[in-house]
């Protein structure tokens, strides 16, 4: 607001302030209801379609969830004064974000997932771990959990740079005020440090929370049938690759739409305490 | 700030008009006019003369012995590739085989960026709707293709309750899916390519593939002593060269050559090297 004080208006505050792309969009999605309610054929796609956004929505909220966890942890390693916990993060995020996310996931899938399976199963047998090789072998069985894992563990490393930047952008002097006061570093980090870092990284987060969704249609490569191979499947079967796609790429807009609004009230709630 | 939400309403805007525009487009495009079927090539008719044409060809070169990319010259070999030849010989045209992905493979072709897709392409009738098919050239069953270390699975009837994997809209996909349907089959895993239903049977993510006989064939080939077809194949199918509607030129062609290949032999010779040759355990 106050960088844009001195400048010649155009327009009336007013129609400025009104969300236009709002409205635009709210008539756009009123023009796409009616026609799908009036297109039998559209109808059909969207009920052919919709199990695969249910689990297109899974898949995302719950391979953010695990990358949250994987990118703080990857990020505060990767400030540490210890030379192995730095090293080994930093090769973390270094080989992830140097492969792309459908080779990480085939690799997973295909290759990794199954020697694991391999050595849970030579684990049970040799060290009597058969509860815990029984419960890892089950967790990667499912092809759906190869793609959460797969996309945690490659926005886990995007997500901890996000972090780390987030964490330097802090000036040195709230750390050593902290700790002058007597906290400990972990203390300090929880208190001082994070909750400032946070306002910082939200909108990077929120960001890669899109991206993320987006990304999720990789998982139709390791036979996850989420959004894009129910849309495959749909127009293998029916020839009618117009409609399926048009449907397809709408419903993803609508999920990243949704997302983006939430990314912009994120925004504003960061910027509000300023 | 103010300014980008400008551009932003902008770009909705125009987003919005291509999509209505694309609607409407969509509605006028109707499947065009079928062409009257060109007469059957009779026995021993002249192959017209394609005068050297370029003709490309579409494949999913994923698929052995149908097509395949050979592993040291890089070359796509099989034998669709042979048959091509074969027939471009006497069609005197030049088959040029361009690799691509099986899904959108037909839309691709209908669209143009193909004259012709060989790929294994087995004739039915809702293809027909958007595509042309030559004649058969070859008749085939699907089976149910398992690791060589399995018992519980004999055949089609066994699948119940069973993890069945296929690719993504082949006509494997719609009978597992039937199958489904009538509670034969427990789930279904769709991949991109066989190959990797294949790699995912050999991993134990799956209990079977469904699979044209050939293909198994080809497979087992790939992987000695690792996989085993079970039970006797339970459809009847035919594969065909999918071509672009509204080509007659091409298809009276293609068929009249096929009727040579087949009637002087060089369609058995074919077979005999692609499938008893190389048939598993030889």
Known sequence: ?274 | MKGRTVWYALFVLIVALTVGACARSGQQAAPPAAQPAPPAGQPAAAVPDLGGREIKIGSDTTYPPFESVNETTKEIEGFDIDLMNEICKRANCKAKFITTAWDGIFVALAQGQFDAVVSGVTITDERKKTIDFSEAYLRYGQVVLVRSDESAIVGVDSLTGKNVGVQTGTTNDEKASALQKEGKVGGIKRYETFALAVKALMNKDIDAVIIDSYAADGFMNVNPGKLKKVGEPFTSEALGIALKQGDPALKQAFDAALQQIKSDGTLDGLYQEWFVKRAPGK
């Open chain 1, 1 to 274: 607001m106050g960088a844009n004080a001195g400048r010649g208006r155009l327009l009336p505050v007013w129609i400025e302030r009104v969300p236009w792309w709002g409205l635009v969009l709210i008539i756009l999605g009123l023009l796409a209801s009616v026609r799908i309610a009036a297109s039998p054929i559209y109808r059909h796609t969207l009920v052919f379609l919709w199990d695969g956004v249910l689990l297109t929505l899974h898949l995302t909220l719950a391979a953010y969830t695990l990358a949250l966890v994987i990118g703080l942890v990857a990020g505060l390693m990767r400030l540490s004064k210890n030379p192995v916990v730095y090293t080994i993060s930093t090769l973390y995020v270094e080989v992830v974000r140097g492969v792309p996310l459908l080779v990480l996931l085939i690799y997973i899938a295909f290759v990794a997932a199954p020697l694991i399976s391999e050595a849970m199963a030579g684990a049970a047998r040799s060290l009597g771990l058969h509860s815990l090789a029984a419960s890892i072998t089950a967790v990667i069985r499912s092809d759906l959990n190869r793609a959460i894992i797969g996309l945690a563990i490659g926005y886990g490393a995007y997500l901890a740079e996000i972090y780390r930047a987030g964490i330097e952008s802090i000036p040195k002097g709230q750390m050593e005020a902290a700790r002058s006061l007597g906290m400990s570093y972990v203390l300090a980090m929880r208190f001082i440090i994070l909750p400032q870092a946070l306002r910082v990284v939200l909108p990077p987060l929120g960001n890669d929370f899109i991206a993320l969704l987006k990304d999720s249609a990789l998982a139709s490569a390791i036979a996850v049938p989420e959004l894009t191979q129910a849309g495959r499947l749909l127009s293998a079967r029916t020839f009618r690759a117009f409609e399926t796609y048009n449907m397809v790429a709408l419903l993803y807009l609508m999920m990243t739409l949704i997302g983006s609004l939430g990314v912009r009230a994120l925004e504003r709630w960061a910027k509000a305490g300023r």
